[in-house]
């Protein structure tokens, strides 16, 4: 079942109640079991460029990701700018790919790709509102992901049929779904339509004991989808 | 010409070479002078949430404001976290329209109503890249500016036609254009357009004479729109 365990991703937002040392040694335990993490500006508000450090390194020695969840949405110098902070602390960032490729994407691309960092593109969000622009935009927002190449693209595990959809139409690119547990989604929603990771947070990290929730997402992942 | 500089935010990077106290200093100059302040992500994972604060406290003191430019494009209870870590430190935020209003900017707008820190929507972008997604939802960003509400709205300067269009049909909302000086728009571009505030960063962040190039922006936009 170990590799079911490198299909999720723990997003790991602050605890005021805990702090960062207990989050750490948390992580650790989601990180041996092969699972990755996401933090976001949350985090990274709270603990600084060294927390995310900290949390990559933790991690890293297991062979796991650590996603930086900025949502970036700049021009490409400042993109670039904010994502060189994170050199040597992330294994891959996260961007809109609305922004668009000219002076935006592209500079980022061929920066992180000199850092030896990955790019995961937003297509669509997983709360109600991704219905009132984005969705209608899809087609021209695969465009820049088709000119950009990512790693890897975020897509719904709220609507399995955007999985589907970007997965047919980019099925070199690995598929990362947000929307498991607290809003909404079961876990195999999104691997069972096509997703390579699902991306679960506080159904997990707010629950007593999270390294057990993270247990029953990877049996209930196995149950849906097979292991 | 008190007034014009009134009308000039000027955009903040952080600077390894001087350092946060020389850049208070500078900030001082502007904001008793009249300007405002922007403040990026960059700046922020440099000196954290309270070289922000500090900012704000030099430049509060002179009635100018201090606008957070994250660019928020999350969904609402992520961008209402991290918008609360700065309260008391900012007087504005920006966040990108296209996110939506549903569990979207109106979770965001409801939590900054109670704080009294203002919104800014970014309705469309500077850089070439905007050409390729955004323009072309502008009429769906323009209904979720709509249902929003915010204080101001950021249009770029180097497209008047698209601040005209911001302004015509948004006539009680303010316009922040970035895109002045490096990136190409001349003083005036904008806010002869309709524009209420035009954002200048490196053309008088990285000048010998910080102080007098601001001087120098003034002067060129009394000269072209008058005073």
Same mark, same amino acid.
């Given at each position: 079942?170990?590799? #079911?365990? *490198?299909?999720?991703? &723990?997003?790991?937002? !602050?605890?005021?109640?805990?702090?960062?040392?207990?989050?750490?040694?948390?992580?650790?335990?989601?990180?041996?079991?092969?699972?990755?993490?996401?933090?976001?500006?949350?985090? &990274?508000?709270?603990?600084?460029?060294?927390?995310? *450090?900290?949390?990559?390194?933790?991690?890293?020695?297991?062979?796991? $990701?650590?996603?930086?969840?900025?949502?970036?949405?700049?021009?490409?110098?400042? $993109?670039?700018?904010? =994502?060189?902070?994170?050199?040597?602390?992330?294994? %891959?960032?996260?961007?809109?790919?609305?922004?668009?490729?000219?002076?935006?994407?592209? /500079?980022?691309?061929?920066?992180?790709?000199?850092?030896?960092?990955?790019? &995961?593109?937003?297509?669509?969000?997983?709360?109600?509102?991704?219905?009132?622009? #984005? /969705?209608?935009?899809?087609?021209?927002?695969?465009?820049?992901? /088709?000119?950009?190449?990512?790693?890897?693209?975020? =897509?719904? =595990?709220?609507? !399995?049929?955007?999985?589907?959809?970007?997965? %047919?139409?980019?099925?070199?690119?690995?598929?990362?779904?947000?929307?498991?547990?607290?809003?909404?989604?079961? !876990?195999?929603?999104?691997?069972?339509?096509?997703?390579?990771?699902?991306?679960?947070?506080?159904?997990?990290?707010?629950?007593?004991? !999270? &390294?057990?929730?993270?247990? *029953?997402?990877?049996?209930?992942?196995?149950?849906?989808?097979?292991?």
């Amino acid at each position: 079942m170990e590799s #079911l365990y *490198r299909r999720i991703v &723990v997003a790991v937002d !602050p605890d005021d109640e805990v702090g960062l040392y207990t989050l750490k040694q948390l992580a650790e335990r989601f990180c041996e079991r092969g699972s990755h993490l996401k933090l976001g500006l949350p985090f &990274v508000l709270e603990y600084g460029v060294r927390g995310v *450090r900290e949390m990559f390194s933790v991690c890293g020695d297991h062979g796991s $990701m650590v996603i930086l969840d900025l949502k970036m949405a700049d021009i490409g110098a400042i $993109m670039r700018m904010i =994502a060189s902070k994170f050199r040597g602390a992330a294994s %891959a960032v996260i961007a809109h790919a609305f922004v668009g490729y000219n002076s935006g994407l592209r /500079d980022l691309k061929e920066a992180l790709d000199e850092w030896g960092v990955k790019l &995961v593109l937003v297509a669509s969000m997983s709360h109600p509102g991704s219905r009132e622009v #984005l /969705d209608h935009c899809m087609e021209r927002i695969f465009e820049v992901i /088709d000119r950009t190449r990512p790693w890897g693209v975020v =897509a719904p =595990a709220t609507r !399995p049929t955007v999985v589907a959809s970007v997965k %047919a139409r980019f099925p070199y690119v690995r598929i990362l779904s947000p929307g498991v547990g607290a809003q909404g989604a079961k !876990p195999g929603d999104a691997i069972c339509s096509g997703a390579d990771y699902e991306i679960v947070g506080r159904y997990i990290t707010k629950s007593p004991e !999270p &390294v057990k929730a993270l247990d *029953r997402v990877v049996e209930e992942l196995k149950r849906r989808c097979g292991g």
